[in-house]
T-cell receptor, first 113, second 116 residues
Framework: AQSVTQPDIHITVSEGASLELRCNYSYGATPYLFWYVQSPGQGLQLLLKYFSGDTLVQGIKGFEAEFKRSQSSFNLRKPSVHWSDAAEYFCAGTTSGTYKYIFGTGTRLKVLA | GAVVSQHPSRVICKSGTSVKIECRSLDFQATTMFWYRQFPKQSLMLMATSNEGSKATYEQGVEKDKFLINHASLTLSTLTVTSAHPEDSSFYIC????????????FGPGTRLTVL
C-alpha cells in the first residue's frame, strides 16, 4: 500500500542548530514529494517539491531536501534553525495520474532560544 | 500564480444549521478540487475529490449527505456541512489543481468551523 511516514512526532532543537526532519515513502512508482509548513491556525505553505531530476531540492526559507530512492526517503534539512521555524511540518506524496496526496502525520518542531 | 482562496476564514454556527464554505481558484482553472479536514494537532484527512461538472468522489467513511460538495465551475467549489453538530467542528482546507499543475495541488488558507 502507498504510504508516507514521518517517524518523529515532536522534535526540539536550539536556535542556530541544524535540523533534519525525516520522511519515508512507499510507492510502486517514483512519487512526487512535497514538504509543507503550517503555523497554528494557518493553512499550508509549500517549502519545496520533488518531481524528477536533481535529487537535492532547494526550497524557501533556507530549507532543502534530498530524494534518496535507495532509502525511500525525502528528508528535510536546514543548516541553522531560527525561532520563527517553530511550526508543524508535513511531508506529502502523490503519483502520476492519481492526483491524491498522501500526507504524513506531521512533525511538530519546537525551537529553543 | 496558482492562488486559492477560501471563504469564510472562520464561521461559528448553532447546532442544526447548515454552513457553506467556498473555495476559489483565483488565477487558474481548477479541473480538480479537493476537500480536507484537519483535527487539532493532526494531519490532513482527504474528504472528497471533485471534478468540474461531475459528482464528487468521497473517501471511505465520509458521509456524502452530511458534506455536500459542488464543483459547478472551473474556479469554484463549495462544501456545505448540513445539520452541523459540535463534532463537525474542525479546520477545513480545500486545494485545487489545473490541467497544467501536473501533480501539484494548491492549497487554500483554510476555514475554521465551530459548531455550538
Amino acid at each position: 500500500a502507498q504510504s508516507v511516514t514521518q517517524p518523529d512526532i515532536h522534535i526540539t532543537v536550539s536556535e542556530g542548530a541544524s535540523l533534519e526532519l525525516r520522511c519515508n515513502y512507499s510507492y510502486g512508482a517514483t512519487p512526487y514529494l512535497f514538504w509543507y509548513v503550517q503555523s497554528p491556525g494557518q493553512g499550508l505553505q509549500l517549502l519545496l517539491k520533488y518531481f524528477s531530476g536533481d535529487t537535492l531540492v532547494q526550497g524557501i526559507k533556507g530549507f532543502e531536501a534530498e530524494f534518496k530512492r535507495s532509502q525511500s526517503s525525502f528528508n528535510l534539512r536546514k543548516p541553522s534553525v531560527h525561532w520563527s521555524d517553530a511550526a508543524e511540518y508535513f511531508c506529502a506524496g502523490t503519483t502520476s495520474g492519481t492526483y491524491k496526496y498522501i500526507f504524513g502525520t506531521g512533525t511538530r518542531l519546537k525551537v529553543l532560544a | 500564480g496558482a492562488v486559492v482562496s477560501q471563504h469564510p476564514s472562520r464561521v461559528i454556527c448553532k447546532s442544526g444549521t447548515s454552513v457553506k464554505i467556498e473555495c476559489r481558484s483565483l488565477d487558474f482553472q481548477a479541473t480538480t478540487m479537493f476537500w480536507y479536514r484537519q483535527f487539532p494537532k493532526q494531519s490532513l484527512m482527504l474528504m472528497a475529490t471533485s471534478n468540474e461538472g461531475s459528482k464528487a468522489t468521497y473517501e471511505q467513511g465520509v458521509e456524502k449527505d452530511k458534506f455536500l460538495i459542488n464543483h459547478a465551475s472551473l474556479t469554484l467549489s463549495t462544501l456545505t456541512v448540513t445539520s452541523a453538530h459540535p463534532e463537525d467542528s474542525s479546520f477545513y482546507i480545500c486545494s485545487a489543481r489545473g490541467e497544467r499543475s501536473y501533480n501539484e495541488q494548491f492549497f487554500g488558507p483554510g476555514t475554521r468551523l465551530t459548531v455550538l
